[in-house]
């Protein structure tokens, strides 16, 4: 048979790659590290080897019936063909050394050709292209060493070179086709995996953000509920001299604040256990609540000198009125806690446009040696993060006077 003609039947053999099923593929890994094949690579490879052989051996049938070969050449030509399609077993794990042993064989013998050329294939999918280019010049300079050996007269040697450079171009072609694809198949996959692993950082970063959300809110509130218990209990514990009343209205203060705390520390304790947000949610307090929050705390026995300028509380956007509140109720905790007893002066005024502008200050005079309660130190630092995120400012300090101040100012809308 023709040098050209056995190339083409090479090509056409080649072309059972062309299937995906049978296309070579990375061998899965062991526990231990090493690589094993999947039911796929081992159904693949045993159609590779038999197609290898049968193909190369026709070609060595067909040799034969044009040359007649003696029984020593068929027989060394079979043993080398079948050596090479053996080697095929090992093209995953070494496709540049498989290669490299059968590409001299395939230049002097016919049956290794089928081989040869699915090792090279297996080098243009699994190797860049400087292994494909120089092989593929070594395959092309073999074609000469082959004429000489098997000289055909049918066709001429030019007719036979150009087509083993077409065949070998093509086979390059797609084999780096297919790496090329498995490339972008293997970046889209894992382009997929990392947007689905940023889906969920992006959803577990929004549970961890209202679960803070939701625990200072619960801190805002606990610190109010439990300095008005400190309070109530530290006047019982310093007033011996307290009448029924005094004493019966202190005790219901404590019980209903320490009842109140009980269930806001239950609710938080189950927000941050479970990761989820009480349902129903509790409505947030706004501007409108502010009175309620100012007669709690006088219940309570704080002196507190309101100067609420506003005309309308309810008319306040929902989420001013409610950074507003929360800011007046730990500014009204701190006082109690750094300063019992000391009077308190509440100014709030605003309009439209204008900015709702909020103070609250206590006299220095009237710090006892002690405080009530401690503090965490975390309040003024999340009443100023608050601010900050609703576009507002806030400072807090001594002023000259000595007096403790605490100024806001947040935007309101029209």
Avoid: K
């Amino acid at each position: 048979m023709s040098r050209a003609r056995t190339l083409c039947a090479m090509a056409g053999a080649h072309a059972q790659l062309d299937h995906p099923g049978l296309l070579p593929s990375v061998l899965v890994p062991r526990e231990d590290g090493s690589a094993r094949r999947s039911t796929r690579d081992w159904i693949v490879d045993t159609a590779v080897f038999v197609s290898a052989l049968a193909i190369g051996f026709a070609f060595l049938i067909e040799e034969d019936h044009r040359t007649a070969l003696s029984e020593e050449q068929w027989a060394a030509d079979a043993l080398v063909g079948f050596v090479c399609c053996c080697a095929l077993w090992l093209r995953r794990r070494h496709p540049v050394g498989v290669l490299a042993a059968v590409i001299l064989p395939a230049a002097v013998a016919t049956s290794p050709s089928a081989a040869a050329m699915i090792a090279y294939f297996t080098v243009a999918v699994h190797r860049p292209f400087p292994y494909v280019a120089g092989f593929g010049a070594i395959s092309i300079a073999a074609v000469f060493l082959y004429s000489e050996l098997h000289p055909d007269e049918d066709v001429p040697f030019l007719v036979s070179l150009a087509v083993s450079i077409s065949i070998t171009i093509a086979v390059a072609a797609w084999g780096m086709f297919v790496r090329a694809r498995r490339q972008l198949v293997h970046s889209l996959r894992e382009r997929a995996e990392r947007a689905e692993a940023e889906r969920q950082e992006h959803a577990e970063r929004a549970r961890l953000q209202e679960r803070a959300r939701i625990a200072r809110e619960m801190h805002d509130v606990l610190a109010h509920r439990i300095s008005l218990l400190s309070m109530q209990a530290g006047a019982l514990e310093f007033r011996p001299e307290a009448t029924p009343e005094e004493v019966a209205r202190a005790a219901g203060v404590i019980r209903a604040s320490g009842h109140q705390a009980l269930q806001d520390l239950r609710e938080v304790i189950g927000v941050l256990r479970d990761g989820t947000a009480p349902s129903p949610e509790r409505p947030q307090p706004t501007l409108a609540d502010l009175p309620g929050l100012i007669e709690e705390s006088r219940s309570a026995g704080m002196i507190v000198r309101d100067r609420v300028r506003v005309e309308d509380l309810l008319g306040v956007p929902a989420a001013t009125g409610r950074n507003a509140y929360r800011i007046v109720q730990e500014g009204l905790t701190n006082a109690r806690r750094h300063a019992p007893g000391a009077p308190v002066v509440l100014t709030v005024a605003g309009r439209p446009q204008e900015g709702l502008e909020i103070e609250l200050r206590n006299a220095a005079a009237h710090r006892p040696e002690r405080a009530v309660a401690p503090g965490s130190g975390s309040g003024i630092i999340g009443l100023a993060e608050r601010a900050h995120l609703a576009g507002g400012r806030l400072e807090h300090g001594r002023t000259p006077t000595g007096d403790h101040r605490l100024w806001a100012w947040l935007p309101w809308p029209a």
